[in-house]
């Protein structure tokens, strides 16, 4: 009835709930660790009991949600939950291609189904508890159905033609489905913020004025080329700032929150531009895409390894081969491989972060780039002593201490 997959899945399930939380305890419990020195004076004290609240009450959801879906993915497993589905989907059609859509669609709109209890948890309980949410019911509705019907036509495209192309070859399609996977991801980097965002939020250009003499004359002393700076409209949805860059070539934009504009000086605005440029001076941009295109050839390479093993399709409860099955077993399969990916992943994204903040503060913005960086952390009610090890798996960014002594370092 369960054949050794099916074992070998449901432990990875387990392992992977178990370090998880694991790693939520320790930052839980490294929250009430002494402040260092640099990082004294951020918070009231106030403001850090708030911060602590903050921080705790998302642990709790996270746990809640995170313990739920353990449970209801086991007894997917354990009942024969996706050899149900997989039925219903091939009563409807026994189409290689039709049939994966309709097994695939399912669970993917169950799941955003059964996630909305805690998302609404997380944005109209605890976001607006403390201060940050300006997300409207119409807003989250809205969202929830934009990203279902970009899910259906984008995801369920490729699927498709990922299918066709194995129904070509079964052995060979691993390498036609790389290169149609990576034009899209390079189309997708040059033109998500022409295509995508405006589904979203409104982006205009930044209006003449004092910021934009700033940053034009920034550009200009930095050597670099650049004529597309963006404002979206970030306080839609949230009171929290960000910014980024994206794009290639003629298509590259920085793109700054008007929650960001509203809550630095013009300096440090230009520090966080800085930041940014910096990220595309060392083609940051270009490494992270060619990392990403390396990770899914081999995953794709691995999975087309593995596709046709009917050990697969039996750990889901059917005697049959089927390309959407063996793709769920195969999913979780591979989850540890991608989990040390995400390490090493994750490590060269906090290198990219620090050589970014080093040109940020060779420009001369060290000071407003470390006040910027303290003025999100207070306005975000951020962790000032997350756990190294949580860190090592969840964080692409260094953590603020760690930045402030590399911006300090870097001046002196």
């Known amino acids: 009835m369960y054949n050794p997959t099916f074992f070998i899945i449901t432990g990875i399930i387990v392992f992977s709930y178990v370090l998880s939380q694991f790693l939520e305890f320790l930052n839980t419990k490294n929250r009430n660790k002494d402040i260092p020195d640099e990082l004294k004076g951020i918070y009231n004290e106030e403001k850090y009991v708030k911060s602590q609240a903050y921080g705790k009450a998302n642990s709790k959801l996270e746990f809640l949600s995170s313990t739920f879906s353990v449970l209801l993915t086991s007894a997917m497993f354990i009942f024969f939950g996706f050899s149900f589905i997989n039925n219903i989907a091939l009563s409807v059609s026994e189409h290689t291609i039709i049939s994966a859509l309709i097994f695939l669609g399912i669970i993917l709109f169950a799941s955003d189904i059964i996630d909305i209890p805690f998302s609404v948890n997380s944005i109209f309980v605890i976001e607006e508890k403390f201060g940050f949410n300006k997300t409207t019911v119409k807003t989250f509705i809205g969202d929830k159905f934009k990203n279902l019907i970009l899910t259906a036509i984008l995801g369920g495209g490729i699927l498709s033609l990922i299918i066709f192309l194995y129904t070509l070859n079964e052995n060979m399609f691993w390498i036609w489905a790389w290169i149609a996977i990576s034009i899209f991801s390079v189309f997708m980097s040059m033109f998500y913020s022409n295509l995508i965002v405006p589904l979203f939020n409104k982006q205009k250009p930044l209006e003449a004025g004092e910021l934009k003499s700033a940053i034009e004359n920034f550009i200009q002393k930095a050597g670099f080329k650049l004529d597309k700076i963006f404002v979206i409209d970030g306080s839609k949805r949230s009171t929290k700032a960000n910014a980024y860059f994206s794009g290639l070539g003629n298509k590259k934009r920085i793109v700054l929150y008007d929650t960001l ?11 966080v531009l800085a930041h940014e440029t910096g990220h595309y001076k060392y083609k940051h941009t270009l490494s992270n895409m060619l990392f990403s295109v390396i990770q899914s050839g081999i995953m794709l390479y691995i999975f087309s390894v593995f596709v046709n093993n009917p050990e697969l399709s039996k750990a889901l409860g059917s005697e049959t081969v089927r390309f959407h099955l063996g793709l769920i077993a195969f999913g979780i399969l591979y989850s540890p491989i991608s989990m040390i990916i995400s390490l090493v992943l994750n490590s060269l994204s906090r290198k990219h972060e620090f050589r970014a903040d080093k ?28 756990h190294p090890f949580y860190v090592l798996f969840h964080y692409s960014h260094p953590t603020l201490l760690n930045r402030i002594r590399a911006i300090n370092e870097n001046r002196n």
Request: charged share 25%; glycine share 8%; hydrophobic share 40%.
């Open 261 to 271: 504009i509203n809550d630095l000086s013009i300096n440090e605005i230009l520090a």
């Open 359 to 386: 040109f940020a503060t060779e420009q001369g913005f060290g000071e407003e780039l470390i006040s910027g960086l303290k003025k999100l952390t207070e306005k975000d009610l951020s962790n000032l002593t997350p």
